[in-house]
T-cell receptor, first 116, second 114 residues
């Protein structure tokens, strides 16, 4: 299994441009999480899905951010328009759906986004 | 509501000496607890997890953690630090029925001196 795959690894874009981050889940995993990591705020949960359905998007900072799961194995996080304060490392993670006990997550390697 | 507190933002040890990274949690139910490690410019890797089985949990790279319900603690230890252990460590809690949602601590940066 190749693990959780994120692309691109690095993205540099100009303020105002649209940015799309991509994530491929581990086969058989049903839950998908998007996190943002910055020096100032640490790891922040942006949104998570269970069986393709968004469960909690209260961490999404603004309407400029949107996330989708068009199928069970793939997700996108879109920022439109992007701003310099969006610069961060964005991680996605997946886990198996459980009956209550958590197995923890498997993280991707992250996308380092720089908005200039 | 569940929460987790990592008591030290930065710990520095010498190579070959013991490591202790402290974590306290708050949970209304019997939680699952985890430690993750993040090496510089890398993603997060699961070190170990506690899920209501043995209270002493062994993980990868010689790390272990002990669940102490009376102290609501889940401290991470290693008998002898190695230079490659230098990284950031996150203590994490999850409650049953939370659909696997994990709550991360703010992290402890471990430095290892030669």
């Amino acid at each position: 299994d190749a693990g959780v795959i994120q692309s691109p690894r690095h993205e540099v874009t100009e303020m105002g441009q649209e940015v799309t981050l991509r994530c491929k889940l581990i086969s058989g995993h049903n839950s998908l999480f998007w996190y943002r990591q910055t020096m100032m705020r640490g790891l922040e949960l942006l949104i998570y899905f269970n069986n393709n359905v968004p469960i909690d998007d209260s961490g999404m900072p603004e309407d400029r951010f949107s996330a989708k799961m068009p199928n069970a194995s793939f997700s996108t996080l879109k920022i439109q328009p992007s701003e310099p304060r969006d610069s961060a490392v964005y991680f996605c993670a997946s886990s198996p759906t459980t009956g209550g006990e958590s197995y923890g997550y498997t993280f991707g390697s992250g996308t380092r986004l720089t908005v200039v | 509501a569940q929460s987790v507190t990592q008591l030290d933002s930065h710990v520095s040890v010498s190579e070959g000496t013991p490591v202790l990274l402290r974590c306290n949690y708050s949970s209304s139910y019997s939680p699952s607890l985890f430690w993750y490690v993040q090496h510089p410019n890398k993603g997060l890797q699961l070190l170990l997890k506690y899920t209501s089985a043995a209270t002493l949990v062994k993980g990868i790279n010689g790390f272990e953690a002990e669940f102490k319900k009376s102290e609501t603690s889940f401290h991470l230890t290693k008998p002898s630090a190695h230079m490659s252990d230098a990284a950031e460590y996150f203590c994490v809690v999850s409650e049953p029925g939370s659909q696997g949602n994990l709550i991360f601590g703010k992290g402890t940066k471990l430095s290892v001196k030669p």
